[in-house]
């Protein structure tokens, strides 16, 4: 079994950065690609970010694209969202989700990944 457990969120204002990591435990995440999602109150919850094992390449949800920046250094902490010039519309809870190993390409939809965190507050004042 894996767990995951986010840090690094907080209260910033608008314009403002903040950078997630995700740490590992347990199970190796070997091979598993690695995203990030986010649900803010009363919504469903939506991609932000995601990252492929091996040659790390990325995608992200159009509303995040040039701000955020998802990067993983396949340790500890396996994976990072650096969030950078952060909008009040980015306050919501932030998870990260593992694939399963071998499940090495990063995809958008949440019924793929296997693995969840219990999810980091993210609030961005106006």
């Known amino acids: 079994q894996v767990q995951l457990v986010e840090s690094g969120g907080g209260l910033v204002q608008a314009g403002g950065s903040l950078r997630l990591s995700c740490a590992a435990s347990g199970r190796t995440l070997s091979s598993s690609a690695m995203g990030w999602f986010r649900q803010a109150p009363g919504k469903e919850r939506d991609f932000v970010a995601a990252?492929?094992?091996?040659?790390?390449?990325?995608n992200y949800a159009d509303s995040v694209k040039g701000r955020f920046t998802i990067s993983r250094d396949n340790a500890k902490n396996p994976v990072y969202l650096q969030m950078n010039s952060l909008k009040p519309e980015d306050t919501a809870v932030y998870y990260c989700a593992a694939r399963k190993p071998g499940r090495w390409i990063g995809t958008s939809n949440s019924n793929d990944y296997d693995y969840w965190g219990q999810g980091t507050q993210v609030t961005v004042s106006s």
């Open positions: 990252i492929n094992w091996g040659v790390g390449t990325t």
